[in-house]
């Protein structure tokens, strides 16, 4: 939990995170690589705002008719596809976020993959991600957003910093190590402790967030998550506005769609929880606040690309 909700601004984080758990350093370093090696711990590191390496991305909705396996396997070599999930919508059963340097490319990628299926599909873009933030609370059994979960829509170039769009994708993986910025400060030419506040500086200005330890949820009993999509009730912006304050919620988008109007469910976040219980009382707990016109539940079968690092 420290490591998720509260990674230190520091040079040597886990020396601080050792001395708060009353724990000696190699103890605590010893069991994160354990939770490594069993897959539990999928990395400590940064999110990589994609606007800042000047990608664009989308969700893309396909009717697989059954071809999920054809669906899966083209994804599987897509460097750029993070989330390729089987989910319950009588319709749209495959949904998919990839990235590209254009919408434009993005709904030429999905044209092709379609018509080389035989397959109908909708390119829900983002027209504004608001939040982005996938941590799990291990005392309440549900997701609970950091405190680093906004997400800035127009940051600056990593050039302004004097770093390339590669060596800003350095901080998505730190070491587990009492040095997790060693190679990061080597690469640069920099100190350690300069290494790890140009990271802190990058969060600042919107190029990274979502700082600390992601987690497999599934390997720490989080069964369940769930999409909901809502209609607005109102202005769009101010509806998908209520979703970010939620604390359950991550991955809160507002979506416009090609065809254009071919889906009204414009507003979009994630739940996660341990049981099916506690996703049903969140979801009811999101509807009574936010009062949408109309929602859907979409909840993930199959996750067709995992392991994944996101």
């Not at 254009?102 to 397959?119: F, N, P, Q, Y």
């Not at 690469?187 to 979502?210: P, R």
């Not at 071919?262 to 994630?270: G, I, R, V």
Request: glycine content about 6%; charged content about 30%; hydrophobic content about 40%.
């Amino acid at each position: 939990m420290e490591l998720q909700y509260d990674f230190p601004r520091d040079a040597y984080p886990f020396d601080i995170v050792a001395e708060r758990l009353d724990l000696r350093v190699d103890k605590l370093i010893d069991r994160v690589n354990k939770l490594h090696r069993y897959g539990i711990l999928k990395r400590i590191g940064f999110y990589v705002n994609y606007r800042g390496i000047r990608l664009k991305a989308a969700l893309i909705a396909y009717e697989s008719k059954g071809l999920v396996d054809e669906l899966a396997k083209i994804y599987s070599r897509d460097k750029l596809a993070t989330h390729v999930y089987l989910r319950d919508h009588p319709v749209y059963d495959v949904w998919v976020v990839t990235k590209r340097r254009t919408l434009d490319e993005l709904v030429e990628h999905a044209l092709e993959v379609s018509s080389t299926l035989g397959i109908n599909h909708i390119v829900l873009y983002s027209k504004r991600t608001y939040k982005l933030s996938v941590k799990f609370d291990l005392y309440q059994g549900i997701s609970r957003s950091g405190k680093y979960s906004s997400i800035s829509i127009s940051p600056p170039s990593p050039e302004t910093f004097g770093i390339s769009p590669g060596q800003l994708r350095m901080f998505r993986r730190l070491d587990v190590s009492r040095e997790p910025y060693r190679k990061i400060a080597e690469e640069l030419g920099l100190s350690q402790e300069e290494a790890a506040s140009l990271a802190w500086k990058l969060v600042d200005v919107g190029l990274l967030g979502d700082p600390g330890a992601a987690l497999d949820g599934k390997k720490i009993g989080f069964e369940e998550n769930a999409m909901v999509v809502m209609e607005p009730n109102g202005d769009e912006d101010t509806f998908c506005r209520m979703a970010v304050g939620l604390p359950y919620t991550s991955h809160v988008v507002l979506r416009g769609s090609i065809p254009e109007g071919a889906w009204t469910h414009t507003c979009y976040f994630m739940i996660h929880a341990v049981d099916k219980d506690r996703i049903r009382s969140l979801i009811d707990d999101a509807v009574v606040k936010m009062r949408p016109r109309s929602f859907m539940v979409l909840r993930s079968l199959a996750d067709l690309k995992p392991g994944t690092i996101r």
